[in-house]
């Protein structure tokens, strides 16, 4: 599976952006895509997911409740929606696809989770 994200940019805090990852290549209706995300100096970490089918969501603590993930229904592509934004959400955020099943008792969260990466897209939070 091949991932091309794009939307990255320069945001001040509070602010909103989104961000779009478009899969190409093998892909699964039963698998399911990710945001992961890379703070400077910080070891990547999972941001959010969506099923493929039936579009279940799960998010990271630190981001429940501001950022949305949604997928376009006929279309392999995902979207991740950021509100309210502060200062550590400054990163590289990478988007991700599953092959493998994506299994509702057992949200896949784990970079390892993931069959493919894309290069990702910086978002800074900055005034």
């Known amino acids: 599976v091949q991932l091309v994200e794009s939307g990255g940019g320069l945001v001040q805090p509070g602010g909103s952006l989104w961000l779009t990852c478009e899969a190409s290549g093998r892909t699964s209706s039963s698998g399911g895509m990710a945001w992961f995300r890379q703070c400077p100096g910080k070891e990547r970490e999972f941001v959010a997911t969506?099923?493929?089918?039936?579009?279940?969501?799960a998010y990271a603590d630190s981001v429940k409740g501001r950022f949305t993930i949604s997928k376009d229904g006929p279309k392999n592509t995902i979207y991740l929606q950021m509100n309210a934004l502060k200062h550590e959400a400054t990163a590289v955020y990478y988007c991700a696809g599953k092959i493998r099943r994506w299994i509702l008792t057992n949200v896949p969260t784990a970079e390892n989770d993931y069959d493919g990466w894309g290069q990702g897209t910086l978002v800074t939070v900055s005034s």
């Open positions: 969506i099923r493929c089918n039936g579009g279940n969501t």
